[in-house]
């Protein structure tokens, strides 16, 4: 993938302002939490960067929450593009710590290593975002399958900033649907 690392110390402030508008910009955790008790925030925003794709349809946060977090995003019905994009980066960055030395933290009993205790074991998660514009209307149609698929619904309230990037236009709302 071509694009562009920029340092989160030495980020210039538009791309960074431009990155949080698109919500691919490494935020810094919050206080009180379990990542800046255990010393995970310490001196940040030092040895920490971000990667993104040219087309922004790729991104790569390391040093954040977790050594290194993939981002894939595809419009459209396209899973298994966005799939086989994130093996090709997965496997290019492994292939790059190993011509270092290094390889990801793996336990055979414990499964991949971070620095978050919930994360254990985790080397893949996905979510998958749809737009349901009449589920606003009835949401008891989609609780309903929520609930079956032991999924959990959640209502995410959007930014002025979120809503602007659209060009104003789109719902102050929407629903996300986790496993």
Same mark, same amino acid.
């Given at each position: 993938?071509? @694009? /562009?690392?920029?340092?989160?110390? *030495?980020?210039?402030?538009?791309?960074?302002?431009?990155l *949080?508008? *698109?919500?691919?910009?490494?935020?810094?955790?919050?206080?009180?939490?379990?990542?800046?008790?255990?010393?995970?925030?310490?001196?940040?925003?030092?040895?920490?960067?971000?990667?993104?794709?040219?087309?922004?349809?790729?991104?790569?946060?390391?040093?954040?929450?977790?050594?290194?977090?993939?981002?894939?995003?595809?419009? @459209?019905?396209?899973?298994?593009?966005?799939?086989?994009?994130?093996?090709?980066?997965?496997?290019?960055?492994?292939? @790059?710590?190993?011509?270092?030395?290094? #390889?990801?933290?793996?336990?055979?009993?414990?499964?991949?290593?971070?620095?978050?205790?919930?994360? %254990?074991? %985790?080397?893949?998660r996905?979510?998958?975002?749809?737009? %349901?514009?009449?589920?606003?209307?009835?949401?008891?149609?989609l609780?309903?399958?929520?609930? #079956?698929?032991?999924?959990?619904?959640?209502?995410?309230?959007?930014?002025?900033?979120?809503?602007?990037? /659209? @060009?104003?236009?789109?719902?102050?709302? *929407?629903?996300?649907?986790?496993?």
């Amino acid at each position: 993938e071509a @694009g /562009e690392y920029w340092e989160l110390s *030495e980020l210039e402030p538009d791309v960074e302002s431009e990155l *949080e508008t *698109e919500d691919l910009m490494l935020c810094k955790p919050k206080k009180n939490t379990l990542h800046v008790a255990s010393g995970a925030a310490r001196d940040w925003p030092d040895q920490r960067g971000v990667f993104f794709s040219e087309d922004k349809g790729c991104v790569l946060w390391c040093n954040g929450l977790d050594h290194a977090t993939i981002v894939v995003l595809e419009r @459209g019905w396209q899973a298994g593009a966005a799939l086989q994009r994130f093996l090709r980066l997965y496997r290019a960055l492994e292939a @790059g710590l190993r011509r270092q030395g290094m #390889r990801f933290s793996v336990d055979k009993g414990l499964g991949f290593l971070g620095t978050s205790p919930e994360r %254990l074991g %985790l080397a893949f998660r996905a979510s998958v975002t749809v737009a %349901l514009p009449t589920a606003k209307k009835d949401t008891a149609p989609l609780k309903k399958v929520c609930e #079956r698929e032991a999924l959990r619904l959640e209502r995410k309230k959007r930014s002025d900033e979120e809503q602007q990037a /659209e @060009g104003g236009e789109g719902e102050d709302e *929407e629903w996300r649907v986790e496993s």
